[in-house]
């Protein structure tokens, strides 16, 4: 005990405490910077996504469902088909990755499509392309052409921003190109889908206008072989691929009709050319069964005035 006590009194504490508080403060510094960087982080990512924000790739397939009684209309039905992944895991070089997030912050609802340019734009463009395709690649399904397109939808629209790769038929999509069917014959299961049923008019547009420079480039172009990578300067932005899909899905809900009069102010401010027809002019109704109840209503409406007529007409003949 006395020895421990001599040790204790022989040490030098005008040396040993400052040396203590200092390293007691540099510890307590670091773990109050580490803290405030990892929270700040934290608070970073959850802001990010109460915003919206994203780096997420969603691949979601597109297609039309009949509606029952009703020949003329179908409902627009998007499905997710491959797990999503995100913008690191599609893509290990870091340049690449500032490219996609550059471009996609330049489309709009009135062009959601992604502007690849150039041998980057189409190496990245194939690279989602081949993602997607060796996913899919072992489906039970038929294999039919599909049309594959990355988007990213405005986010005037859209709660979420994330790219989007669009699947969907050439024969679906063709249809789309016709502005007056979409606003009178295309349901939605929800009814804020609107702005897909925008997109994908909008698709359907550049893919025609891709289709019209392909087919003048083929009448003047001689060469046979595959293009090299350096002569890539404009690719098309909406490839064919051939793949197995489930077309069997069913609408989540009854379908809703979009009510396009209370739309027109945001296309409009978007800057989209699109109008609507004035038999559109009345507010829709927002699902089939209030279609359904109206037409009854309708059909109530016109049974009583043929009954008041025929009562007119019956006392006019007992005069």
Request: charged letters at 20%; proline letters at 5%.
């Amino acid at each position: 005990m006395q020895f421990v006590m001599d040790w204790f009194w022989s040490l030098q504490w005008e040396r040993l405490v400052p040396e203590l508080i200092g390293k007691a403060l540099g510890f307590l510094s670091g773990f109050a910077a580490s803290w405030f960087l990892l929270f700040r982080r934290r608070l970073n990512a959850l802001q990010r996504m109460q915003s919206g924000d994203s780096d997420d790739f969603i691949f979601q397939m597109h297609h039309l469902s009949p509606v029952a009684g009703h020949p003329d209309d179908v409902v627009l039905l998007f499905r997710n088909v491959a797990p999503k992944t995100t913008l690191n895991d599609l893509y290990d070089n870091e340049a690449v990755r500032d490219v996609v997030k550059k471009i996609a912050e330049q489309t709009t609802l009135d062009d959601p499509i992604l502007k690849t340019e150039g041998t980057l734009g189409f190496e990245l463009l194939n690279d989602a392309v081949g993602h997607i395709a060796g996913l899919l690649a072992t489906t039970p399904f038929p294999r039919k052409p599909w049309l594959f397109v990355m988007t990213c939808e405005d986010r005037q629209a859209v709660r979420k921003k994330c790219v989007r790769c669009f699947l969907i038929q050439p024969a679906e999509l063709e249809k789309f190109l016709d502005w007056h069917w979409c606003q009178h014959h295309v349901l939605v299961e929800k009814p804020w889908h609107w702005f897909r049923v925008v997109a994908l008019h909008r698709i359907a547009c550049a893919w025609k206008t891709e289709q019209q420079i392909a087919m003048e480039e083929s009448a003047h172009s001689t060469e046979l072989d595959m293009p090299l990578v350096d002569k890539q300067v404009r690719h098309d932005r909406v490839r064919v691929l051939s793949l197995g899909l489930n077309e069997s899905e069913a609408p989540v809900g009854e379908p809703h009709r979009i009510a396009w009069k209370s739309h027109l102010a945001n296309l409009t401010a978007m800057g989209l050319p699109l109008t609507t027809a004035a038999s559109n002019s009345i507010d829709a109704p927002d699902s089939i069964g209030d279609t359904s109840a109206n037409q009854a209503t309708s059909a109530n409406q016109a049974t009583a005035g043929q009954a008041s007529v025929n009562q007119a007409t019956g006392n006019t003949s007992d005069r």
